[in-house]
């Protein structure tokens, strides 16, 4: 083995002197580092619960982009329980959709997939389980990143403070010191991760992954510490006109509209509220910098950071 590997690593120092002989350093090989750099450890979690395809499908997604996903979700739907936590307790009626028998343990793993876990309880204390019980078992220290969702529904505005998707967001920022997103997708009713997957779904994803990839490739730190992303998707899929990621812009936003100061940017010295981002015709995607503790709007310095971070995919409103 250390042979083999030792060549390998000489073959691809020499790789790097030639590449920077012949001037081609900056442009090819820092794509190249940057993109390797993406590879994270990632807890995933909702509150529409573990067998709900939307967080199947980001799970899938963020897989398959190279990235090593742990998944800790409620065993039920727990939709709008915000930031309240509790001790799981045993599965009296099964786990939603049939995922998991009647009687089933307090928490549980998926026996052909164990990244895939369920918790018997609320959003909060399911991130928690995952970042200190589940993934363990598959990295060692805190994941990179938290992302929570994609939610069945948007959660734009005062909603924040009643999404279960949002509290699991706001918990990994403030309780555990780690970086995390909240997705919310506008189309969708809650559906079982056995039948196949909507378009909706998998452009949530897709999209959810580009945001995730961009944010892991401006650095550490991923955010200002003590803050979260509260990114919402407008409708997507048959019957839409977003039907495709490359229809889709994402536009900084802000969570209400009578935050006070806001960064500025696209000519303007406030951000546009993220309701009036997602219901402008476009397929626009709200981003918004929320502060972890009250949940609502992080201020202009912070935001400022964020719109650096993200400068790449970020648009403006018509
Ligand atoms: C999930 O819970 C929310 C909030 O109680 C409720 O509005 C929704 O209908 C539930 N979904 C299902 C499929 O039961
Ligand atoms: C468990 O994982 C297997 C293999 O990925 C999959 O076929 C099955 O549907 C999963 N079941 C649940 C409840 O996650
Ligand atoms: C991050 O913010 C929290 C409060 O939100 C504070 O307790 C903590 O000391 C801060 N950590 C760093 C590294 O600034
Ligand atoms: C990410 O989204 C941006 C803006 O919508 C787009 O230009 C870019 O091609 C996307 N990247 C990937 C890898 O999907």
């Known amino acids: 083995m250390l042979p083999r590997s030792r060549s390998a690593y000489s073959r691809g120092s020499f790789a790097i002197e030639t590449l920077r002989m012949m001037h081609v350093l900056p442009s090819v090989l820092l794509s190249l580092l940057a993109l390797r750099a993406q590879a994270a450890n990632i807890v995933s979690t909702n509150d ?15 897989t398959k982009a190279g990235h090593s996903v742990v998944l800790s979700a409620p065993a039920e739907n727990e939709s709008g329980t915000g930031s309240a ?56 220290g805190n994941p990179d990143i938290v992302v929570s969702g994609p939610n069945v529904g ?39 991760w056995d039948v196949a997957t909507p378009d909706y779904s998998t452009l949530y994803a897709d999209l959810s992954v ?41 536009v900084l936003s802000r969570i209400l509209s009578t935050s006070g100061t806001t960064v500025s940017t696209c000519g303007s010295d406030t951000l546009p509220t993220e309701t009036s981002v997602v219901d402008t015709d476009g397929c626009y995607v709200s981003v918004s910098v929320g502060d972890a503790s009250t949940k609502n709007d992080a201020t202009a310095d912070q935001q400022s950071v964020v719109l650096q971070k993200l400068e790449s995919i970020l648009s403006c409103l018509p």
Not at 156 to 170: R, W
């Open 48 to 62: 529409d619960g573990w067998a709900e395809i939307n967080i199947r499908t980001l799970y899938n997604a963020l």
């Open 85 to 140: 936590e509790a001790t799981p307790s045993t599965v009296t009626n099964g786990c939603e959709f049939s995922s998991c028998p009647a009687g089933s343990p307090a928490t549980g793993s998926n026996s052909s997939d164990t990244r895939l876990n369920y918790v018997n309880s609320y959003p909060v204390t399911s991130v928690k389980y995952g970042v200190q019980k589940f993934a363990p078992n598959f990295f060692s």
């Open 154 to 192: 948007a959660n734009l505005g005062s909603t924040v403070q009643i999404s279960g998707t949002v509290g699991a967001a706001s918990a990994a920022s403030n309780q555990l010191g780690i970086p995390a997103i909240a997705f919310s997708g506008t189309t969708g009713s809650q559906t079982a």
């Open 210 to 250: 580009n945001l995730t990839n961009t944010l892991l490739a401006s650095g550490t730190p991923y955010l200002p510490n003590g803050t979260y992303l509260n990114v919402n998707f407008p409708s997507a899929g048959s019957g839409t006109s977003c039907t495709a990621a490359a229809d889709f812009k994402f």
